[in-house]
C-alpha cells in the first residue's frame, strides 16, 4: 500500500493495485460519519467502436449501451440489488457519463457488508434476452422523458450542433430505436471488454481506516476468477475543428426562451498535466468573460438579458472539449449576439491583468478547498481525475502556476468562430 501525502490540503490518500489489476484509493476523512464508495470502469457513452476482448477486428455496437448496460447491472437472477443495500441502511446509485460508467453507496454503517455488495454485484452480470427486452421498453420511457426537458434538450442540442462525427454528440441513453438492437450477447460483449478490473478503479472516502479496508477489498477480489489483464483498442472518427451547424432554434413549450453558445476546443488531443492545466485555465477564461465581476455579466444583466438561470462551463475528455454559455432570455438575438461580441473583443483586444489572475487564481483556490469537505465531490470527481491520467488534489498547486500564457492558450482553444454554434429553444407560441 502507498501513502501520499498532500500537505498544502491536508489530505493523505492511500493506494494499491491488486493483482487482478484493479486500483484501489482510500482517502480517509476525520470528522465524517459517511462513507462514499465508488467503482467505475473506464466505459462510457462514446466507447461505441472497440475491438472486443479475444477478437481482432473492431465492432460497432448500438448507441446507448453503455447506458443499457448500468441499468441491467441491477437486476439479478435473485432479485433486485438496491434491495440489498436498502437492508444495509445504504443509498445506492449509478450513472454513465461519455467516457465512464460508475456504481455507488453512501452509508454511516456496514461499511463492509455494502462494499462486498459492491463489489459483487458488478462483477457478476446477470442478462437474458427476456429481461433485456423488458428494459428496452422502460429505458424508452426514460429518452422520451429527457426528450420534454427544455435544458436537457438545449445542452446536448448544442453539443449536437457542434460535432459532425464524434459520437459525443449522441445522447448517453441513445435513441428509443438504437436501443431497440441491443441484445444480452451485446451487452455481455461490452461487460466483457470493459468491465475488467484493470480498467476499473474502487475509490473510498469518508469514515474508512485504509489498514482495514484494503486487504478486505483483496481478499473479495482474490476470491474470484478474472482473466488476464488486456489492452482496449478503441477507434474514434476524425473530427474537424469547425461545428457541423452553427445555428438552430427548437420550439417547445417553455414560457421564455433559452439560448446556449457552444464553443468547441481545438485543443483536446492531451492528458495528465497538461489536460489539467489546459481545463483550469479555461475555467478562469470563463470567469474573466463571463464571471459576476466581469464587464459582459454587468452590462448583459442590467439590460435584461440575462436572469438568475445564466451559467457557463468548460467541459473536456480526451479527444473531445467545448464551453456553454446559456441563459434564459427574452431577448435571445441580443444576447447571443453580446456573448459573441465578447468573444471578439476578447480575440482583438483583450487583455487579462496579473492582478486579475491572481485574484480569480485565489477565488478558484478557495472554492476547490472547501469543496474538499463533501465526500460526495470527492467521490463524483476523483476517478475522473483519475482516468485522465490527472490528480484531483494537483488542482491547488496547478492553479497556483497558472500563467497568462497558460490562459491565452486556453482562450484560443476556443476562440476561433468557425467553432461557435448557438442553439435557441422558443415558445410554442413563439414560432416563425
Known amino acids: 500500500m502507498n501513502k501520499i501525502q498532500f500537505d498544502n490540503i491536508q489530505e493523505t490518500l492511500y493506494t494499491k493495485t491488486l493483482s487482478n489489476g484493479l ?30 476482448r479475444g477478437k481482432s477486428e473492431v465492432v460497432t455496437v448500438p448507441d446507448g449501451i453503455a447506458h443499457f448496460l448500468e441499468h441491467k447491472m441491477f437486476e439479478k437472477e435473485d432479485g433486485d440489488v438496491f434491495q440489498k443495500f436498502s437492508v444495509n441502511g445504504a443509498s445506492a446509485n449509478a450513472f454513465t457519463s461519455f467516457t465512464r460508467t460508475a456504481y455507488l453507496f453512501s452509508a454511516t454503517d456496514k461499511l463492509y457488508e455494502n462494499t462486498e455488495v459492491l463489489l459483487d454485484f458488478v462483477q457478476e452480470p446477470y442478462f437474458t434476452e427476456k ?22 434538450r438545449l445542452y446536448f442540442g448544442t453539443i449536437e450542433n457542434m460535432f459532425h462525427e464524434h459520437p ?20 455481455y460483449e461490452c461487460y466483457n471488454t470493459f468491465y475488467h478490473p484493470s480498467n476499473m478503479v474502487l475509490f473510498v472516502v469518508g469514515a474508512v481506516d485504509p489498514d482495514e479496508m484494503i486487504p478486505f477489498i483483496e481478499k473479495n477480489q482474490n476470491g474470484k476468477k478474472f482473466e488476464a489483464p488486456h489492452t482496449i483498442t478503441r477507434e474514434f472518427p476524425t473530427e474537424p ?18 439560448l446556449n453558445v457552444g464553443m468547441k476546443c481545438n485543443h483536446t488531443n492531451i492528458e495528465g498535466e497538461e489536460m489539467l492545466i ?34 457557463y462551463d468548460f467541459t473536456m475528455e480526451k479527444g473531445f472539449g467545448f464551453a456553454m454559455v446559456a441563459s434564459d432570455t427574452d431577448q435571445p438575438e441580443k ?25 480569480l487564481r485565489k477565488k478558484k483556490i478557495g472554492q476547490f478547498v472547501r469543496s474538499l469537505n463533501s465526500p460526495e465531490f470527492i467521490a463524483n470527481q476523483f476517478t475522473r481525475y483519475t482516468f485522465n491520467k490527472m490528480n484531483l488534489f494537483d488542482v ?14 486556453a482562450f484560443q482553444s476556443i476562440a476561433d468562430e468557425g467553432g461557435h454554434s448557438v442553439y435557441t429553444i422558443l415558445p410554442s407560441d413563439q414560432a416563425q
Open 23 to 52: 486500483t484501489v484509493y482510500i482517502l480517509p476523512k476525520r470528522g465524517f460519519s459517511k462513507t462514499f464508495v465508488t467503482f467505475t470502469t473506464k466505459y462510457g457513452s462514446i466507447d461505441r467502436m472497440f475491438e472486443p
Open 131 to 152: 429481461t433485456v427486452e423488458k428494459e428496452k421498453g422502460i429505458i424508452a420511457q426514460e429518452i422520451t422523458m429527457y426528450d420534454d426537458q427544455p435544458d436537457w
Open 168 to 187: 459525443v454528440k449522441i445522447d448517453i441513453a441513445g435513441t428509443v430505436e438504437s436501443i431497440q438492437h441491443i441484445t444480452a450477447d451485446h451487452l
Open 241 to 258: 475543428d469547425t461545428v457541423a451547424i452553427k445555428d438552430r432554434t427548437l420550439t417547445m413549450d417553455v414560457t421564455k426562451p433559452k
Open 278 to 311: 489546459h481545463e483550469l485555465s479555461s475555467a478562469l477564461v470563463l470567469d474573466v468573460l463571463f464571471g459576476r465581476s466581469s464587464t459582459f455579466y454587468t452590462e448583459a444583466y442590467d439590460e435584461g438579458l440575462i436572469d438568475e438561470s445564466f451559467s
Open 335 to 359: 444576447l447571443k449576439e453580446k456573448i459573441l461580441q465578447t468573444m471578439k473583443d476578447m480575440r482583438t483586444k483583450g487583455q487579462i491583468s496579473d492582478e486579475e489572475l491572481d485574484r
Open 396 to 409: 491547488v498547486p496547478t492553479l497556483e502556476k497558472l500563467t497568462m500564457k497558460d490562459l491565452q492558450n
